[in-house]
Antibody, heavy 126, light 111 residues
Framework: DEELVESGGGSVQPGGSLKLSCEAAGFSLMNYWMTWVRQAPGKGLEWVASIDDDAIEKYYADSVRGRFTVSKDNHKKSVSLHINNLRVDDTAVYYC???????????????????WGQGIQVRVSS | QSVLTQPPSLSGAPGQRVTLSCSGSRTNIGAGFDVHWYQQIPGTTPKLLIYGNYNRPSGVPDRFSGFKSGMSASLVITGLQAEDEADYFCQSYDNSLSGGVFGGGTKLTVL
């Protein structure tokens, strides 16, 4: 079965750092982009970052650009999110998700997320 | 504040038909980007419900239907069941933000 398992969350003070990891099972990361999505307490979902199948192209939400770094090791079947200079509003459950490209009637695609990890809690407070 | 706008709550009685709306703008849904929907039962991980505006993944009952028109999309649930009580999120892409965007979610209560 295909599965994503996150690890590495925890509680940190503002300004601190964390590394979130996501292990993929049942499929090869070489063939897929990967994405991180987060959900603040009682709030909606927020796209955070994406990395392409070759682990070359990386994209970030404005709210995290410059502080978060996404990486992928296709051979180790893992995706990571390095989070620096944490802020209180980074408190959320972080999900590792697998995006699939949907090509509609236009010449472009949108990603949809067909496989989700169980989520990992990050709590930032002083 | 979410880029896509969804009503925060909606309710319906068992057996009823309900429509959940998702409103965007010219930089996302209105630009032609497709819409996807997720269901999140409290305490669980979001689950893909509809992709590409109207496609259902394997295992999703045909009680769930998706539509898109202009700058908005909708999710229709017919024959509402108690197990449908959940949060529902729409999602698309925004070319001014160069990234994925979600709605704030609609909490559906089955009376």
């Amino acid at each position: 079965d295909e599965e994503l398992v996150e690890s590495g969350g925890g509680s940190v003070q503002p300004g601190g750092s964390l590394k979130l990891s996501c292990e993929a099972a049942g499929f090869s990361l070489m063939n897929y982009w990967m994405t991180w999505v987060r959900q603040a307490p009682g709030k909606g979902l927020e796209w955070v970052a994406s990395i392409d199948d070759d682990a070359i192209e990386k994209y970030y939400a404005d709210s995290v650009r410059g502080r978060f770094t996404v990486s992928k090791d296709n051979h180790k079947k893992s995706v990571s999110l390095h989070i620096n200079n944490l802020r209180v509003d980074d408190t959320a459950v972080y999900y590792c998700v697998r995006p699939l490209h949907y090509y509609g009637t236009g010449s472009f695609y949108t990603d949809y997320y067909d496989l989700w990890g169980q989520g990992i809690q990050v709590r930032v407070s002083s | 504040q979410s880029v896509l706008t969804q009503p925060p709550s909606l309710s319906g009685a068992p057996g009823q038909r309900v429509t959940l709306s998702c409103s965007g703008s010219r930089t996302n849904i209105g630009a032609g980007f497709d819409v996807h929907w997720y269901q999140q039962i409290p305490g669980t991980t979001p689950k893909l419900l509809i992709y590409g505006n109207y496609n259902r993944p394997s295992g999703v009952p045909d009680r769930f239907s998706g539509f898109k028109s202009g700058m908005s999309a909708s999710l229709v649930i017919t024959g509402l069941q108690a197990e449908d009580e959940a949060d529902y999120f729409c999602q698309s892409y925004d070319n001014s933000l160069s990234g994925g965007v979600f709605g704030g979610g609609t909490k559906l209560t089955v009376l």
